[in-house]
Structure formats: structure tokens, C-alpha cells
């Protein structure tokens, strides 16, 4: 399913790991500590699964078992000796060898339906360098290798960073906000991505797109979650990720803030140019359009995304909507006498551009979503004023008020008052016409 298009309940019945996955991920990990503990010449301090796998951010059918192998000290001989022990001892357990480095031992897992990359990379306190020494590896970004030093260096603050991200998602989700969805669908995305430029044959850009990492992503979300106000809906929350990697992503400060800092490795302009141009194209895909510059927080949803150019051009009165989860992703306005002026222009082809201001449920008045959600408004029909208690639907065939005397009577002042109906403005008269007499 395109990304896009996806909504909170199809990521987490598709994007998810199953039960299966995750049994078989945490027998994995399991049998490489008792394995490792058993070798004969040198033992490791400490095994940990480290990652997306550990975050709760892995995507089903497509991730890694990422564990980290803590030694008392760096050793040479001990280090290439317990990793040739461990190389023997998993491959006669099941997991195919892939190959190796001097800090990393790279397998693969197949256990009945599950598949999945094993990464072992052995760290010590000796890796735990600094910044500066890190950013001195030699590091060929176009072919995504990294010296093995940066992997360990990278390994040693795994748990650390692990801890500091986990209690950020924790304290979101307990706010309202479906920050793991919304990561697995940005991560999701971006693997769709980076297929369509390998097909297309830009291996350039692919490869650019695969360097994008995980943790690049994930902080991404992160950011765009601590900006949104509880209640948003999960399609929006997704268009404001988008809107933030069309930006240009930059999480230092973001990493800086968690002291995660010292590992975090961010991206050359060149890998967010193409990422840019990527969020770009999908939220075009999407309707949705990002401000400007000085605008950091709107995401403004444009009904015909041809036509965006002309909200520059015209000062067209905004309305407010919130998308609904509990509905399946649906877009509600809270502005009905406006939502039914404006479709009334649209049935008379007089508007072809309506500006949208997307809120979150906990932005709205108490007891306002409930009162907008009344039977006579349900989401789809407005109920008017009128003896033949008319309704303005979503097209004509929905609608019983009277387009065409309406029309010809389209220059009056006269005010269509609504019923049952609350809002900021429910004393402003909009010019639309009433009923010619019979």
C-alpha cells in the first residue's frame, strides 16, 4: 500500500512486527548471549539488542536484530578470537554467515516464516572516543560504508540513546500522540521511495536515500510529535514529517537535547537535497502544501493541488477542520456555516480554491467536537433554516436547496442562517441568497 495513503489502523495491521517476528527476534537474541557466554577463550560483558528491534520502531518484514557485544577492553587477538567462536557456534545453530569486519559479524536468521539480517558488532570502553575523533574516520557517503571504528563508537552509546528515545516515545504516547505509527509509516515511506529511484535506475539517489538512516528518521517524528498539539490526526501528523524533511532535516540540536550528540551522525547535503525533493513530490500527492519560511507550525490542505499557486494571489477565508482517527482518518470542518457557503459556491462554479486550517482535537473549545458531530451535522450534510428544512450535501445530488432560484437571486444581502449550529463566528452575516417566493 502507498505510504501516502495509509491510515493509523492500516500501519498498525501492516506495518507492525507480529507476535511471530517478535518471538522469533527475542528467541535470536536469547541464543546469542547463551552462546557467547559459553565461549572458551574470551566472554563478552555484557549482550543487548540495540536499534529499531529494542525501540519498538521496526517495521514487519523488514528489519534488523541489532546486538551489541560489550568486551572488558579491546583486545585484538581476543576480539578476532571471539568472533571467529561465535561465528562457528551461530552458523552450526542455524544463522547463515554474510560476512564480517573487524568490528562487526553480519548473519541472517531464518526461523519458519521469519527472516531477518543479524548484526553482532563488538564494542569496548577504548571506542568511546570523541566527536571529533569519530568525524575524523574516513567516511565514502556515496557507497554508505563507514569505517568499522565508527560502527563501535556508534555501538558503545547504543544503550544510552536506546534509553533516551524509548522515554520520549513513552511520555508522547501517554499525551495522545501515535508517534511508533508514525514513525513506521515515515520509515515505510522512505523504503518506497528509495525502491521507485533504484527502478527508475538513479542509483545515485538511491544510494543517497539509503543512507538515511533509521535514527535520522526517528528524531524526525520526534520533532514533529513534540510540535503538535494533542489530538492530531495521524494523516496530518504525517504531513507535518513530511513537511519538516522537505525543509531540509537537521536533528543536531534535536540530538544535542537528548546527549545523544556525541553518536549521532547527521546527513551531507547532498543525502537531504534528495530527501527534500522526495517529501516534496508526496505531499503534493497528498493535497498538502507546507508554508513558508516564516511559518514553522501550519500545514494548510489545498482541495485542488493545481490550483495552490492562486492562495498567494487571493486573501480566501480560511476554514477550520480536524481530522478524526476514531473515524478512519476522515476530515471534518468545524465551521459549518462557512463549509456550506463555500459549497454552494463550488455547486454555482464561482470558487474553485478553499484554504484549510488543519486543527488538533485538544485546540478546539470544551464540548465543541461533540456539539459539531450533532445528528443534524454528520459530517457529510448541513442542515438549514427553511420550511422544507433544507440540507447542503457534498454535490448537488445531496443537496435540496434550492440552487437554481438561488442563483437567480445570487446578488442579494439576505443571510442563510443555520441551525443547531455553534461556531466562532455564528453572529457574522454571509452573503448568500434565500428562497425566491412562488
Known amino acids: 500500500m502507498e505510504a501516502t495513503s495509509m491510515s493509523l489502523e492500516d500501519v498498525q495491521k501492516n506495518l507492525t512486527l507480529t507476535k511471530i517476528e517478535q518471538s ?114 574516513d567516511f565514502d557517503a556515496d557507497s554508505g560504508k563507514w569505517s568499522d571504528y565508527t560502527l563501535a563508537f556508534r555501538a558503545y552509546f547504543g544503550l544510552k540513546n ?65 510540535e503538535m498539539p494533542a489530538g492530531q490526526g ?26 545523544m550528540e556525541p553518536s549521532y551522525l547527521g546527513l551531507r547535503e547532498a543525502e537531504r537535497a534528495v530527501l527534500r525533493a522526495h517529501a516534496r513530490q508526496s505531499l503534493k500527492k497528498m493535497c498538502f502544501a507546507f508554508p513558508g519560511k516564516g511559518d514553522s507550525q501550519d500545514l494548510f490542505m489545498f482541495l485542488r493541488p493545481s490550483e495552490v499557486r492562486e492562495i498567494y494571489k487571493k486573501d480566501i477565508p480560511m476554514i477550520r477542520v480536524v481530522e478524526d482517527d476514531a473515524s478512519g482518518g476522515k476530515i ?26 488543519v486543527l488538533a482535537l485538544g485546540e478546539l473549545h470544551k464540548g465543541e467536537w461533540k456539539k459539531k458531530l450533532s445528528t443534524k451535522t454528520d459530517g457529510m450534510s448541513i442542515t438549514v433554516s427553511g420550511p422544507e428544512g433544507w440540507v447542503v450535501g457534498t454535490d448537488r445530488s445531496t443537496t435540496t436547496y434550492p440552487l437554481r432560484e438561488a442563483l437567480l437571486v445570487g446578488k442579494t444581502q439576505e443571510a442563510l442562517q443555520l441551525d443547531e449550529l455553534e461556531s466562532d463566528d455564528e453572529s457574522e452575516i454571509l452573503p448568500v441568497p434565500k428562497r425566491a417566493r412562488q
Open 332 to 357: 471534518y470542518s468545524v465551521d459549518h456555516r462557512r463549509l456550506a457557503v463555500f459549497r454552494l459556491l463550488e455547486m454555482f462554479g464561482r470558487t474553485r480554491v478553499v484554504k484549510v486550517h
Open 162 to 226: 536506546d534509553a533516551r528515545l524509548i522515554e520520549a516515545y513513552e511520555r508522547l504516547s501517554k499525551q495522545g500522540h501515535h508517534v511508533k505509527e508514525l514513525i513506521l509509516l515515515t520509515k515505510h515511506w522512505k523504503k518506497q521511495e528509495e525502491a521507485k529511484v533504484e527502478k527508475e535506475g538513479r542509483i545515485q539517489d538511491a544510494k543517497r536515500l539509503g543512507w538515511v538512516k533509521s535514527i535520522h528518521l526517528e528524531l524526525a517524528c520526534l520533532t514533529a510529535a513534540e
Open 24 to 137: 522469533a527476534a527475542e528467541e535470536a537474541v536469547k541464543l546469542i548471549r547463551t552462546l557467547l557466554a559459553s565461549c572458551c577463550h574470551i566472554r563478552p560483558v555484557r549482550v543487548d539488542l540495540t536499534g529499531s528491534l529494542q525501540r519498538g520502531t521496526a517495521i514487519s518484514g523488514d528489519f534488523d536484530i541489532d546486538v551489541r557485544v560489550e568486551l572488558q577492553s579491546q583486545d585484538w587477538p581476543s576480539l578476532r578470537l571471539l568472533k571467529q567462536e561465535a561465528k562457528q557456534r551461530l552458523t552450526s545453530q542455524g544463522f547463515a554467515f554474510l560476512s564480517e569486519g573487524e568490528h562487526i559479524l553480519k548473519l541472517r536468521l531464518t526461523t519458519g516464516p521469519t527472516k531477518a539480517p543479524v548484526d553482532l558488532v563488538f564494542t569496548s570502553s577504548a571506542n568511546a572516543g570523541s566527536k571529533e575523533q569519530l568525524e575524523s574516520q
Open 234 to 259: 495521524f494523516h496530518m501528523s504525517f504531513g507535518r514529517v513530511l513537511t519538516l524533511l522537505a525543509r531540509g532535516l537537521n536533528n543536531s540540536a534535536l540530538a544535542r537535547q537528548l546527549a
